[in-house]
């Protein structure tokens, strides 16, 4: 039998404890965290150290914490901090003094961590009931007392609200835990009971789902987009609302009323959007069915005549709108990107208004959707029902007019398409520097034709010398190792630059400062190099010659040609990311997802988000393509570019073109061979 063993209190000066090497997380710093102890902190600081570590000694002076490391951790950061008064390195500290030959020091540092047997819902429900009740503390003072948010407090309280039949199958193993926070995610008692006893009927196990389902027919959120559209009017009408501890939780008790609530509300919306423009009708569509509403025509605001007053007041907006763009661009936080955001639509709208109207000939027939769908409000102006259209084909848009819009794409600030244009044509380089090949002919045709000038109408965009401004540190500059290819390369950069340093940490330097052989020159180690090498090198610097240019940009039919052959679609090196999605505004970002990727309904979910949280979302749609997604849906989503990244042949007519037309069209010959 194994001797109990015994230790000995002592207290010991916090300067002279450190987490025990025998500790079982000593090497998970994470768990000591100033992040993971500050709860424990607030706690500690609140009612002081309730439970002594576990030392032994490990020198002279000093204590190496076996059980207890997050306690010390939490202890250091009150030491730290000089609002908490009485901590300090100097202040004693309880402990247990484990004997220095006692054996298996891990064992007791796993026991003290991991046979503790952690609070459920319920014991926590009642631990914070009975300071509450007994100790008249609020919720802001247990959740100070625990380092806690009040809504995690509130969380924990409400399962006191729980009906105790729910909560004595919780007790008993009955139902899970999800299952217990599911019937408290009602506040009504009597519901719960209802729906806990009907489910339970048949036998079976009652699981979270089936509650939140049949719960969710009881009512709805106040919180919820439905419940805070309707609710001010819900109040007035006198509607019944079950309250919880968490406001947005409560919730409104007549569905009856709620569904008829929203319907006026939409017909009011609907007939105030109708009457500007002076339509003929206006309607409501809860939750449509998507093939009737595909049946629908739509018209749009078109152009219209300024007179000179309205001219220059558009004139002055649209410079106002450059100037917030460029502001937007600069912003260093969301929430002032947002602020901007929404300033640059006012006055986009304002411009629209001025510039725009609808065909007074068609506005009479047309009219005005409200529509409430995936929990959001929508309003369709120009609608045209199926029976006034006069058009012979689909819809507009061809998957029904509930999926147009007038607008042409996301805004594109002039700061944001000159960054797009470099960061396009890197790409472009990079797929030409992998292609020795193609990049040799394309030097070749460059060298004489920026020289012999009358070969064609006008050189080629590019020059055979670094062009600096197009590109990060490279090969020769701050040249990237073999073993970090990205350590040139600046933490905001995305992919592209990731494949440039890695290609470039490939080529062959020695020749560039003689590592060879110092008494060589550089031209005599570049001659000895071998051909294949020499032309990585080549094709290299060809790419680094190319001049940024955007994809809708006009240029010549050779570098058209270039791009066609080494990189027809700029997706295959580039993808979307947080750095682009971060420059547009929340408007286009939902325009993105409702428009052109055809996610209408996430588009919905979060068109109350937060900016930050929806550059996430796309971002991270982009990179993870979500499974549940239409093979439609994906195949949008690999195809997007914003205007002027995408890399595609212009239709004939639109590049350059001159009286050397025929030596161009051969090395678009070259290159295609």
């Known amino acids: ?10 207290e010991v000066a916090l300067a002279r404890l450190a987490v025990h090497p025998a500790n079982v997380r000593a090497k998970n710093a994470a768990a000591y965290s100033e992040t993971s102890v500050q709860a424990l902190a607030a706690n500690i600081r609140e009612v002081g150290l309730l439970q002594p570590l576990l030392v032994q000694e490990t020198g002279k002076t000093q204590y190496g914490v076996l059980a207890g490391g997050r306690r010390l951790a939490a202890l250091n950061l ?35 961590n991991e046979m503790q047997a952690p609070m459920d819902a319920i014991d926590r429900y009642e631990a914070f009931a009975a300071l509450r009740d007994n100790d008249a503390l609020d919720v802001a003072d247990i959740a100070r007392l625990f380092g806690l948010t009040e809504r995690s407090v509130r969380e924990s309280l409400r399962i006191g609200l729980v009906h105790e039949d729910i909560r004595a199958a919780h007790r008993g193993g009955d139902i899970s835990l999800e299952t217990l926070k599911a019937f408290a995610g009602h506040p009504d008692r009597e519901v719960q ?35 805070a559209f309707v609710l001010e009017d819900y109040r007035k009408a006198g509607g019944g609302i079950a309250p919880d501890l968490i406001e947005e939780d ?118 005005v959707i409200a529509l409430w769908q995936h929990g959001g409000l929508r309003l369709m102006a120009g609608m045209v029902r199926p ?59 460059l060298l004489p034709g920026n020289v012999a000038q009358g070969l064609v109408r006008r050189a080629e965009q590019s020059s055979l010398r670094f062009q600096a401004a197009t590109h990060a540190p490279g090969l020769i500059h701050e040249c990237a190792s073999a073993e970090d290819p990205g350590a040139a390369i600046e933490a905001g950069h995305g992919v592209v630059e990731r494949h440039i340093a890695e290609h470039e940490a490939g080529l062959p330097t020695g020749w560039v400062d003689g590592e060879d052989d110092p008494q060589e020159t550089a031209f005599a180690r570049f001659a000895s190099l071998d051909p294949a090498e020499r032309d990585r090198l080549v094709a290299w610097a060809v790419s680094r010659s190319l001049e940024p240019v955007a994809g809708d ?64 979302k796309l971002a991270a749609l982009f990179a993870a ?34 009286e050397g037309d025929c030596a161009e069209t051969a090395i678009e010959a070259s290159l295609a061979a």
């Not at 039998?1 to 002592?10: E, G, H, I, P, V």
């Not at 609002?83 to 891990?106: E, N």
């Open 250 to 367: 409560s919730v409104l008790g007549d569905p009856g009323l709620v569904q008829s609530l929203l319907a006026r509300k939409l017909d009011d919306l609907a007939e105030e959007e109708r009457s500007r423009p002076g339509m003929g009708w206006a309607e409501h569509r809860i939750d449509p069915d998507r093939e009737a509403l595909s049946a629908y025509g739509r018209i749009y605001p078109v152009p219209v005549d300024l007179d000179a007053a309205t001219q220059e007041r558009v004139d002055a907006l649209s410079a106002k709108l450059d100037d917030l763009a460029e502001a937007h661009d600069a912003a260093e936080s969301w929430a002032e990107q947002d602020r901007l955001g929404d300033a640059h639509d006012a006055v986009q709208a304002e411009i629209e208004a001025l510039t725009h109207a609808f065909d007074a000939q068609k506005v009479e027939t047309a009219g």
């Open 78 to 112: 009150l030491s730290a901090d000089k609002s908490a008064t009485g901590f300090g390195p100097r202040m004693k500290v309880a402990c247990q003094l484990v004997p220095g030959d006692a054996p298996a020091t891990a064992a007791l540092s796993f026991s003290e």
């Open 387 to 445: 029976e006034e259209r006069t058009d012979t084909g689909p819809a507009p848009g061809g998957t029904g007019a509930v999926e147009n819009t007038a607008e042409a794409g996301p805004k594109i600030s002039a700061k944001l398409a000159s960054d797009m244009a470099v960061e396009r044509t890197r790409a472009v380089g990079l797929a030409l520097a992998r292609d020795p090949a193609r990049a040799r002919v394309y030097g070749d045709w």
């Open 553 to 616: 940009a006009v240029r010549p039919s050779a570098r058209t040609a270039v791009e066609a052959a080494v990189l027809p679609d700029i997706r295959t090196l580039w993808t979307p990311d947080a750095r682009l999605f971060g420059r547009l505004t929340k408007p286009d970002l939902l325009r993105i997802l409702r428009d052109d990727l055809g996610l209408g309904q996430k588009a919905d979910t979060l068109a109350k988000a937060k900016k930050s949280e929806i550059v996430e």
């Open 625 to 658: 393509p979500d499974a549940t997604l239409s093979d439609e849906q994906r195949a949008a989503i690999a195809r997007w570019c914003p205007p002027g990244m995408a890399t595609e042949v212009p239709e004939r007519g639109q590049e350059e073109v001159g």
């Open 193 to 227: 009971a209802e729906v806990f006893t009907a489910l339970s009927t048949d036998g079976q196990r009652v699981e979270a789902w089936m509650a939140k389902r049949a719960l969710g027919d009881r009512g709805v959120r106040q919180g919820d987009a439905l419940g």
């Open 1 to 10: 039998m194994t001797k109990t063993q015994t230790y000995t209190a002592l």
